[in-house]
């Protein structure tokens, strides 16, 4: 798989460990750079083509709380570790405590949606347990995702 770097919204970026309500933003990617495209939300920026974000848990998120992470779209970029609830969620994932292990991976086939200048990715722990201890995430988008994974069981006859 071919990951562009300027289509990467993290890269092994530290996830927050304080407790939090709404979900704090980890890296975000310009979706129009600079004038070259004027506020026209059609834009179909994967040219007719599914287009995927990845999400990687690339270091373990340590502690009892739960995680969820979340894809967001704004019109600005939202510094990281802000609040993302100006910005509109297009995705997320559920809130439970398997979201923190290392080598866990969703990939996220993006919807149709009004989509600002900004992608953002963004990670929330629950408010009712004890903080996280560090972890890391990757999030990139990509047209070619590989999901298939050799084991000792897959052979060709």
Not at 33 to 42: C, E
Not at 90 to 109: F, H, P
Not at 135 to 151: E, H, M, P, Q, R
């Amino acid at each position: 798989m071919i990951i562009d770097s300027s289509l990467e919204l993290a890269d092994a970026e530290t996830v927050h460990t304080a407790n939090n309500a709404a979900p704090l933003v980890v890296g975000s990617v310009d979706l129009r750079t600079a004038g070259a495209v004027a506020d026209n939300g059609t834009v179909d920026f994967s040219a007719g083509e599914p287009l995927y974000a990845v999400i990687e848990v690339t270091t373990a998120i340590g502690g009892t709380a739960t995680s969820e992470f979340s894809l967001h779209t704004h019109t600005a970029d939202i510094a990281k570790g802000t609040a993302s609830t100006a910005a509109t969620e297009i995705w997320r994932t559920d809130l439970v405590a398997g979201n923190r292990v290392a080598g866990k991976r969703w990939i996220v086939s993006l919807p149709e949606a009004d989509y600002g200048r900004y992608l953002l990715v963004a990670h929330r722990n629950d408010n009712s347990t004890a903080p996280s201890g560090g972890g890391a995430i990757n999030c990139y988008l990509t047209k070619n995702v590989t999901n298939w994974t050799s084991t000792n069981t897959r052979v060709n006859v």
